[in-house]
């Protein structure tokens, strides 16, 4: 794209003057570290193109593809290089939120935003905000608004008390992977895109505490009008049984019976299985009775079947609805506060900038924004939003509706911004219906990595296969095996799987492609005791690897948070002080103190730890505390 022009007959050829093919390409990723990366990666691609061909591992397939030599593509290379450097500011390679951001500065006196506005990163600190504004709300309204606050937050606590979580539901979870009923968990649901998407109808209907009175309402006399229902259709079935040759199933009229004597035949216990069975059973009459119309004692039963169903799903809806109430305060608690500081949140940028997009014509967007965008790269398309695919989705189909190529790359297995609404629905199956009557190439078979050894390779296949049947998720991983590149056949890797029961029954592993595992079966030991198993069985692997030849740049030691990231590096260090005397498995590690002390072994990738602190001091291994707590910094940290 960069180099080449697009025939007519879809080839691509040489573009001797490729003055300003950057500015037609938008690049998309999701950080701005891969933001960078791409970029250095595009450019140092294009100088050795231009400086040294020969060296480029691309060279062969673009003198294929673009059908000219060397010389010919190394000087386009050299005039396309110059020519992005001289016009930094539109090589457009960004995040997908900057993309999103610029649409929407264009567009703000369009959507009622001031020019000047600020982009709240962390929803999570609006949402606690929102959630602590409830208390002064609950005393500044007056009137029904007042009681009703007062009601919904008292059925919260009650359900809270019932799940048997603690009364205190402003009590804020020390961790994120606490599941509890703390209005702080109950709010996330806000950041969610479902609700993002729906926002104004709902809030507007939540504004007012009567909307959520009458919608009670209507669902109590849903719920009311269901009975004389079910009591019509048992009336109908009883019809179909008279007759003087028909000798109808005692336990069967006893059935139907109960359920018409009964004020409330919903609450029969079990009532949706028991009319289950009647319809698979079939035994409506008795063997020496005329024939009656089986088909359509079924219909009826069937009907009181969707009737139990609409039941439980209105009761459900009404012991939930003050939810709903509870939702429109805490979001207006948070509107309060965006408006007050001129502020968005970042979740809620999606949302805004669809209801642009669907406003305006594509083309029109492009302009308004000073892009001309032919062609779209789309990295890591597995954590995109549902949402965000939306927004994209015009202006990609936009390029191919005028014959430019688009490229849109995922891996489905490596999708791991779900906390951000990632579909991995879009690249697995949604990308074939919105494309279905385009000319759309797929990578057909399996995927190659080029990253990891063999053995790496043949596990990860092996943990996928597992995963896809023990939480019925073949949609996405029955088909994203792997294969190992040419280069890595020969490099066998290293797979250990340290396995730990903790229950009194131990579980098979199956089979390991050259893999080791073991077990520490103990049933009785805690959280920490756990963590105190792990680090030292990690001491053990990391002599086993260096006394087998790999070297510490080939092996890397990775952990859940930053605490227990802290916990290895002591270990770790203490393991290098045990061991100094004789130098045998010393590991090369970095001191993060607080002056920017070098690392032992590498003193050029030392930095300092951010900020200094009272009372910041050093453990027994040379780890920096503050206040007796390991803390986050900056170092190397050899090869681990």
Not at 366 to 389: A, P, V
Not at 478 to 493: M, T, Y
Not at 564 to 582: A, H, P, Y
Request: aromatic fraction near 10%; charge should be negative.
């Amino acid at each position: 794209m960069l180099l080449g022009k697009k025939t007519e007959g879809g080839n691509y050829i040489l573009d001797k003057h490729p003055n300003d093919n950057h500015r037609y390409i938008l690049a998309i990723t999701f950080t701005n570290k891969a933001t960078e990366e791409m970029k250095s990666r595009i450019v140092e691609t294009l100088d050795v193109l231009a400086s040294n061909p020969d060296e480029s591992p691309y060279i062969t397939d673009l003198t294929t593809m673009l059908g000219a030599s060397k010389d010919d593509i190394s000087k386009s290379a050299g005039i396309a290089e110059r020519q992005m450097l001289e016009d930094y500011t539109n090589f457009n390679v960004c995040t997908i939120d900057t993309f999103f951001q610029k649409i929407l500065r264009t567009f703000a006196y369009e959507v009622n935003l001031s020019s000047n506005y600020g982009v709240e990163l962390n929803d999570e600190y609006v949402v606690e905000l929102g959630v602590n504004n409830l208390k002064t709300r609950l005393h500044d309204e007056s009137g029904k608004k007042a009681k009703s606050l007062s009601h919904w937050l008292w059925m919260f606590v009650q359900d809270s008390m019932k799940n048997g979580s603690s009364w205190d539901v402003f009590y804020k979870p020390k961790s994120k992977k606490t599941v509890d009923n703390s209005l702080y968990n109950f709010a996330k649901v806000l950041t969610n895109e479902v609700v993002k998407k729906n926002s104004k109808q709902l809030f507007d209907f939540l504004a007012d505490p009567k909307n959520i009175q009458a919608f009670n309402v209507a669902l109590n006399e849903g719920i009311t009008n269901l009975i004389p229902e079910v009591k019509k259709r048992v009336d109908e079935i009883f019809k179909l049984l008279e007759g003087p040759d028909i000798k109808a199933n005692n336990y069967f009229t006893k059935f139907l019976d109960a359920l018409r004597n009964s004020d409330n035949p919903f609450l029969i216990k079990d009532l949706d299985k028991k009319v289950e069975k009647k319809i698979a059973d079939r035994s409506f009459v008795n063997k020496k009775s005329a024939e009656v119309d089986e088909y359509a004692i079924r219909d009826h039963l069937e009907q009181i079947q969707d009737y139990c169903t609409t039941y439980v799903s209105y009761k459900k809806i009404l012991d939930h609805t003050y939810k709903l109430g509870l939702l429109g305060d805490i979001n207006a608690s948070m509107q309060d506060f965006a408006n007050e500081n001129n502020t968005i949140l970042l979740s809620g940028t999606n949302d805004i900038v669809k209801r642009i997009i669907d406003g305006c014509e594509t083309p029109f967007i492009y302009e308004r924004i000073g892009m001309y965008l032919h062609n779209f790269l789309l990295d890591e398309f597995q954590d995109t939003s549902r949402m965000q695919w939306e927004n994209l989705l015009p202006l990609v189909r936009n390029g191919l509706a005028n014959g430019h190529d688009s490229l849109i790359i995922g891996d489905v297995k490596q999708s791991i911004y779900r906390f951000r609404n990632s579909d991995p629905q879009l690249l697995h199956s949604q990308l074939e219906v919105d494309f279905s009557n385009d000319s759309i190439k797929y990578n057909e078979g399996r995927s190659i990595n080029w990253r990891s050894a063999r053995n790496i390779v043949h596990w990860n296949n092996a943990f996928f296969q597992f995963l896809s049947k023990a939480l019925n998720m073949n949609e996405f991983y029955a088909d994203v095996e792997q294969d190992v590149s040419p280069k890595n056949e020969k490099l066998p890797g290293h797979v250990v799987v340290a396995r730990r029961e903790i229950t009194d029954k131990k579980k098979d592993t199956g089979g390991s492609n050259d893999s080791e595992t073991e077990s520490n079966d103990n049933s009785n030991d805690n959280d920490s005791t756990f963590k105190e198993w792990a680090t030292e069985k990690m001491i053990v692997d990391l002599q086993s690897l260096l006394a087998r030849g790999f070297k510490q740049k080939d092996i890397a030691v990775l952990s859940n948070t930053n605490q227990e990231g802290q916990l290895v590096i002591s270990r770790i260090m203490k393991w290098n002080i045990e061991t100094d005397e004789s130098g045998v498995g010393r590991v090369a590690a970095c001191h993060l103190v607080a002056g920017g002390e070098n690392c032992s072994q590498h003193p050029e990738d030392a930095r300092p730890v951010r900020g200094a602190q009272r009372g910041r001091t050093r453990d027994a291994y040379g780890v920096e505390t503050i206040r007796g707590k390991p803390q986050r910094g900056y170092g190397h940290f050899g090869g681990f």
